[in-house]
C-alpha cells in the first residue's frame, strides 16, 4: 500500500499553484507579444489581428479563471482597436470595431478588482472614442471649429477626469499634447500654462523613449511659442 | 546522438556537399559583412558535422550564414498525435523560450526606434500604466533579453532593423506554434500531464 503523507499532498498543491502561476504569466506575456511583434514586421496588415483574436479564442476555449487572463482579454481586445486604428481602416468599419470591442471590454470589466486598472481601462476606451471622432471630422473634410470643440470637450471633460486621482504620467503626457494641439487650431492659448505641461510631457515620453510623441509634443510647443 | 546519427547518414548515402562548403572558394562575392567575420563563420560551419538537406526525420536549412533545424511534418504529426507528458512538459519549455524570444524582439525594437509608437498603440510596445507588466517572470526573461537575439555575432550586440526583420521571419513558424489548444488543454489539467495539472 502506498502511504500518502499531508507534506506531499501539500507540496503537490503548492506546485500545481506555482506552474498555474506561470503558466498564466508566460501566457500574458507571449500572447501580446505576438500580434505585437506581427503588427510591427509582417507585411500582412491582417496578420496582428489575427493573432490577437487567436489568442482571445483560446482563452475562451482554457476557461481559466483568473484576473490576469481577464485582463489579458481586455489588452488583446484594445490591441484590436489598435491594429485596425493602425491600418488606417475605413470609417464605418473602424466605428464597428470600436463599438464591438467597446461592448466586450466593458462585459469583462466586473471581474477586474483593481480600481486603478479600471480607471486605466475607461481612459483607453474614451481616448479611442475621441480618435474615432477625430477620424469622421477628417473624413467629412470639415474639420470644422465646432467639431474641434467637441472633440476637445472629450478630452477634457472625459478623459482628463477619468485620470484624476491615479498616477498615470504616460497617458496624461499624450492627453497633454492632443490637448493643447487642438487648442492650437482652435487659437485658444491665452496663457502660459501650456509650457509646463507640454514640458513634463516632453520628460515624460523621454524616460519611456517614445521618439514620435516627443516630436509631436516639441513641434506643439514650438508652435504654441511662435503664436 | 543526432551528430553521431547524421554523420553516419553522410557517410552512407554520400550527401552531395552544402552549398556553405561550395560558397568558401568563392573570394570575389560582393558583401556587407568584414571578410574576417565571414571566415570565421564559414569555418565553424564547415567544420560542423551537420549539412543542410532532407533527413528521414529532420531538415536542416542553411537560409543565411546559420543552420536551422526542422523536424519533417510527419514527425510532428506523429508527435502531436499522442501527447505524452514529457512532451506537454517541453512544449511549456518552449513557451517560455518564445515568451523570452518575443520580449528581446520588442526591447531591440524599442532600443533603436525600429517602431515608433503611435498616440493610441494599444500594444507589447507599451511599457506603461495598462501595459506594464511587473510579473517576475517578466523581470527575469527582461534582464536578459539582450543577449537573446544577437547570436549571429556575439561580438556586434547592436542590432539593425533588418537584422531584426530577418530573425523574425526565422522565428515565425515558432510564433504561430505557441497557440496549439489542444497543448494547451493538456498543459492545465488534461490526463497524463501531472506535473502540469493544476486546480482551476
Redesign the interface.
Known sequence: MISISPYSILTK?F???A??N??I?????????????????SKDPDNAAF?AS??IN?LN?????DEKIT?LRI?LH??L???A??AQANLKSLQQTINSESDLIESYQPEISDSK?LQ??KF?VL??RV?LEKRSEEDLNSESNEGLTRILFMLTNHCEKVLKGIT????TA?LN??IWEIKLQLDLVSDLSFKQKLDESIITFQK??????EI?AHICLAKLYLK | MLSTLLQSQNESTNLPKSPLDREISSPDTPSSKPRSNKLRTRTHFSNSTFRPGHYFWLEIMNPREELIFRPVEIVRTVLYENIYPELVRAEFEKLKSMAGIAVAFLDNVKAIHAYLEKMIENSAICKYGLWRYESDFYQKISKRSKHIISFNDPSQPTQTVKDLQSAFERHDSNFRSCYNLALLQRMIGGEGSNDFNFPL
Open positions: 498543491l506546485n500545481s499553484l506552474t498555474k506561470e503558466f504569466e508566460v501566457v500574458e506575456i507571449l500572447w501580446l507579444a505576438i500580434p505585437t511583434l506581427y503588427k510591427v514586421f493573432f487567436k489568442g483560446c476555449e482554457l476557461k481559466i479563471i485582463l489588452k484594445l490591441f482597436i489598435g491594429a486604428i493602425s486598472l486605466l481601462i483607453e481616448f479611442s480618435l498615470c504620467e504616460f497617458e499624450k499634447v492632443w519611456y523613449k517614445t521618439l514620435k510623441l509631436r
